[in-house]
């Protein structure tokens, strides 16, 4: 079930504060009114240079309410930025949107996990870390298993796609671990294979080199 949509008063506001209120009110219709409609690029500034006084930009504010609709309408526009940082927390929205799952009832959980998973695949990542060190992952509630593996998920494909992180700093990287395991174990079978053992320099050499090769 979608969160409620906030009561909006827009009276004698500027174009940055209705902005801010259409993504607090969760409200599409008046975020593209106030778009300009000829030019991407302005309309790109505007959504990503918008902030408030707390210094939260728009998808912020929408990340931190749980607002599908106006999130999957900003991601929609031509240069949105994904992972904007605020000025207190050092948080991108995708913690700013598991904050906000971590504080509904379990049986948010679902539109909540669907939420992130829409904003993974727009192209959030997953692991930066905001001031306190921490990454999106390591902010989940660890009761709420399902977005836990999501987001483990997205992490191993980002991996997978040559986009290389230190797997210690991947919460859950045990397989990882394995397989980079067995391919060292594979790299030593290979050097026994040219190793014949029939030479005590020969021998020395080789001990050498796999000495070198864990430094």
């Given amino acids: ?15 940055a504060e209705l902005l801010i209120a259409s993504c607090r009110s969760n409200n599409p219709t008046l975020l593209l009114s106030l778009l300009p409609q000829d030019d991407e690029d302005a309309a790109a500034a505007l959504l990503n240079n918008t902030t408030t006084v707390m210094g939260n930009h728009l998808y912020h504010e929408a990340a931190s309410r749980g607002h599908y609709e106006i999130i999957d309408t900003l991601l929609d526009q031509p240069g949105f930025e994904c992972d904007p940082v605020n ?3 050092g948080d991108t929205p995708l913690h700013t949107a598991i904050r906000w799952i971590n504080s509904e009832p379990p049986e948010q959980r679902e539109f909540g ?4 998973e829409m904003m993974l695949e727009a192209g959030s990542n997953p692991r930066i870390k905001n001031k306190g060190g921490l990454t999106a992952l390591q902010l989940v509630d660890p009761r709420n298993e399902g977005l836990r593996e999501l987001i483990r998920k997205h992490e191993y494909a980002s991996l997978n796609q040559g986009d290389f992180v ?11 671990v ?3 395991q067995q391919e060292e174990e594979e790299e030593e079978s290979d050097d026994d294979a040219e190793f014949s053992g029939s030479d005590d320099e020969e021998r020395a050499e080789w001990e050498r080199r796999r000495k070198e090769k864990r430094k």
Avoid: C, F, I, Y
């Fill in 113 to 116: 996990n669907a939420l992130v």
């Fill in 166 to 176: 230190d797997v210690g700093d991947v919460k859950g990287g045990g397989k990882l």
């Fill in 87 to 89: 000025r207190l927390e």
């Fill in 178 to 180: 394995q397989q980079q």
């Fill in 1 to 15: 079930m979608a969160p409620p949509k906030e009561e909006e008063s827009h009276e004698g506001a500027s174009t």
